[in-house]
């Protein structure tokens, strides 16, 4: 797999608005996108996460936080 990486990316989530960094991995053999994945440095986790399995597309998104 290959990924990049775009910076501060604001999106807004149903937990949210973030700014996050957006992860990219394709598959280096077709340049099909493998994962795509939203990094918050605010919240230290994927607010989103979009995958493409066999079995069809998952998309996880982030609904709740709290901050300790």
Do not use: D
Not at 16 to 36: D, P, Q, S
Not at 39 to 46: A, D, G, M, T
């Amino acid at each position: 797999m290959h990924g990049t990486l775009s910076f501060l990316l604001t999106g807004l989530r149903p937990a949210g608005t973030f700014e996050t960094l957006k992860l990219v991995y394709r598959n280096k053999r077709t340049g099909a996108i493998r994962y795509e994945a939203w990094y918050s440095l605010e919240v230290k986790q994927f607010v989103k996460l979009r995958e493409n399995l066999e079995t069809g597309l998952r998309v996880r998104e982030l609904i709740a936080f709290k901050l300790r």
